[in-house]
């Protein structure tokens, strides 16, 4: 079982960027595949972006791609998403999950373990 923390979320200006993270518990980290997910209000959780548990290989939401990136640290046991070029339209809780296998995870019923959540408000 793995314990997932996230950190880093809070108000910025359109334009701006943010560095979410998102600690993991464990010592086997290295096992498991990471994403991260968003929620607007009155709006269903989505897809932003995965990682493999090697870091080798990445995916992005379309509305992401180019903007965001994420990363992970094995050794600190740590995933990242790196948010340049914020919109409002990305305001919403943002979601660290993360599942026991090597390749990317994309669908949200793919991952068993889920972070608490961290705010993201992009002002205009």
């Known amino acids: 079982q793995v314990q997932l923390v996230e950190s880093g979320g809070g108000l910025v200006q359109a334009g701006g960027s943010l560095r979410l993270s998102c600690a993991a518990s464990?010592?086997?980290?290295?096992?498991?595949?990471m994403g991260w997910f968003r929620q607007a209000p009155g709006k269903e959780r989505e897809f932003v972006a995965a990682?493999?548990?090697?870091?080798?290989?990445?995916y992005y939401a379309d509305s992401v791609k180019g903007r965001f990136t994420i990363s992970r640290d094995n050794a600190k046991n740590t995933v990242y998403l790196q948010m340049n070029s914020l919109k409002p339209e990305d305001t919403a809780v943002y979601y660290c999950?993360?599942?026991?296998?090597?390749?990317?995870?994309?669908?949200?019923?793919?991952?068993?373990?889920w972070g608490q959540g961290t705010q993201v408000t992009v002002s205009s």
């Open positions: 464990g010592r086997t980290f290295t096992s498991y595949a």
């Open positions: 990682i493999s548990s090697s870091g080798g290989s990445t």
């Open positions: 999950a993360a599942d026991r296998q090597h390749t990317i995870v994309v669908p949200l019923t793919g991952y068993a373990y």
